[in-house]
Each structure stands twice: as structure tokens, then as C-alpha cells.
């Protein structure tokens, strides 16, 4: 089965500053690639998909972008921080066509001060 | 627009039942989820309808009507582990499994 790799775990970052968060996916090829952010309290935003290298799709206007430079590689970035990007990111993988469910990340949680 | 409409806040006892409705409305649906998340961990996912009916796994089983656009989570026999959120998700086509996710239901179990 399929685990996911994310750090920094925590991370505080001051506003303006840039931002570059890591997913990592062991125990499978090809999967489709997800960056999530949820907010205290509330559920999952979808910020970005990926279904193969190189290919990038954004779900929400924002001050975010993806790259996926390997298979199993897919990075957040951020050149200036904004205050509303704080929040709890979730990197995700799945296989649709295979089975519905997505596998999670154990997070990062960024506070921008 | 699309929205998913779930309680904010559930309370039960050990050993008790407990349902979690969510309402939904999207454009395009293939079917429903359910995800647990315990405080500062990740979603884990626990049950997926695609067609009306109930679908059992173990102490949880989820419904879906598709023509009420509404489902629920059951959740029996509750232990003290089972205190979490719980979010039910649409999946959307798309060529790829793109969730809407509700707000979550906090559910709290007491002794």
C-alpha cells in the first residue's frame, strides 16, 4: 500500500515570505496527485490535481502553485505569503479507475504571522 | 453553486447509534464518500455509495439516495476512538476523483 510523506510538518512563515512544501508517494506509480487546504474547523479545500509529471491543474484562483517534477513528487510553493494561506495542507494520491479512495498525508501547518 | 450540508457538532454515549445526515447539492455527481479525521491527523477514508442503498463495513455503514440527494454515515456500537470528524465528500466527473468536501461533523462520544 501506498504511504505519503509531507514535511515540514509545522512551519511559521512571516507574510511575504515564499513558501515550499514537499509530498512524497512510496509504494506506487502513477498516481493522480492532490494538494488540499483546510482551514480551522472547516473541511478541504482542493487547491491543485496532478495526473501525470508536468501536468498541473488549479482548482481556485490563488497565490499557490504546484509543480510535479517526478512521479511521485508534488510540491506547494507560494512567492509572497499572504495571511489567508495559513492554514492546514494536505497533500493526496489515488488510482481512479481502481478504487475511489484517497490516501492521505500526514499534513503541514503553516501559520503565516 | 455547489454545496454540502452536514451538522457541525453530534454528541453520544459509549455503545450508542449515531447517524450523520449530508445533504448535497453539485453539477455532476458519481458518488458519495465518508472520511474520518481525528484531531491534527490526516482523513482516512471509510465508505464510498455510488448507487441508492446501504453499504456496511463493520460497525459504520453509509447510505446514499441519489434522488433526495442525501446520505448518512452510521456509525454503532460507539467507542471513545470514534470521537472525530467526519466529513462527507461528493466525487465529481472529471476523469479524476475531484472531492467536494462539507464542513465535517465533529462527532463527541462520552463515557
Known amino acids: 500500500s501506498q504511504t505519503i510523506h509531507q514535511w515540514p510538518a509545522t512551519l511559521v512563515q512571516p507574510v511575504g515570505s515564499p513558501l515550499s512544501l514537499e509530498c512524497t508517494v512510496e509504494?506506487?506509480?502513477?498516481?493522480?496527485l492532490y494538494w488540499y487546504r483546510q482551514a480551522a474547523g472547516r473541511g478541504l479545500q482542493l487547491l491543485f490535481y496532478s495526473v501525470g509529471i508536468g501536468q498541473i491543474s488549479s482548482e481556485v484562483p490563488q497565490n499557490l502553485s504546484a509543480s510535479r517534477p517526478q512521479d511521485r513528487q508534488f510540491i506547494l510553493s507560494s512567492k509572497k505569503l499572504l495571511l489567508s494561506d495559513s492554514g492546514f495542507y494536505l497533500c493526496?494520491?489515488?488510482?481512479?479507475?481502481?478504487?475511489?479512495?484517497?490516501?492521505f498525508g500526514p499534513g503541514t501547518r503553516l501559520t503565516v504571522t | 453553486g455547489q454545496s454540502l450540508e452536514q451538522p457541525s457538532e453530534v454528541t453520544a454515549v459509549e455503545g450508542a447509534i449515531v447517524q450523520i445526515n449530508c445533504t448535497y447539492q453539485t453539477s455532476g455527481f458519481y458518488g458519495l464518500s465518508w472520511y474520518q479525521q481525528h484531531d491534527g491527523g490526516a482523513p482516512t477514508f471509510l465508505s464510498y455509495n455510488a448507487l441508492d442503498g446501504l453499504e456496511e463495513t463493520g460497525r459504520f455503514s453509509s447510505f446514499l439516495s441519489r434522488s433526495d440527494s442525501y446520505g448518512y454515515l452510521l456509525l454503532q456500537e460507539l467507542q471513545m476512538k470514534d470521537s472525530a470528524s467526519y466529513f462527507c465528500a461528493v466525487t465529481r466527473p472529471g476523469g479524476y476523483n475531484k472531492l467536494i468536501f462539507g464542513a465535517g461533523t465533529r462527532l463527541a462520544v462520552h463515557p
Open positions: 493526496a494520491c489515488d488510482h481512479p479507475g481502481l478504487t475511489y479512495e484517497q490516501y
Open positions: 509504494g506506487t506509480s502513477n498516481p493522480n
